[in-house]
């Protein structure tokens, strides 16, 4: 079993900067890819940018390249989604996932394991 938590979430003007953070325990998830993903009020939850097991390949969904970045510590078994230059519609609950493979995927059903989810609010 894995535990995953997140943190770093709040509220920020338009423009503002947040770095979420997810710490797994239970067993070390240096060997997998690990993804972060978000839902708005009323939407599905939708994928946001994954990372592999060694930090040398990343994907994100096209809305939020160029602004945001995936990146992780495995000797912390913590993965970090640093969000730059945020926006209204970046408002929703974020959460990290954990797949119990190496190979990256944006496909929800794809993942083993997941935490609770941190609020990022982003204001006009």
Do not use: H
Request: aromatic letters at 12%.
């Amino acid at each position: 079993q894995v535990q995953l938590e997140e943190s770093g979430g709040g509220l920020v003007q338009a423009g503002g900067s947040l770095r979420l953070s997810c710490a797994a325990s239970g067993r070390t998830v240096s060997w997998y890819a690990m993804g972060w993903f978000r839902q708005a009020p009323g939407k599905e939850r939708e994928f946001v940018a994954t990372i592999d097991w060694s930090g040398g390949r990343t994907y994100y969904a096209d809305s939020v390249k160029g602004r945001f970045t995936i990146s992780r510590d495995n000797v912390k078994n913590t993965v970090y989604l640093q969000m730059n230059n945020l926006k209204p519609e970046d408002t929703a609950v974020y959460y990290c996932g954990v797949r119990q493979r190496t190979k990256l995927t944006t496909l929800l059903s794809e993942y083993d394991y997941w935490g609770q989810g941190t609020q990022v609010t982003v204001s006009s």
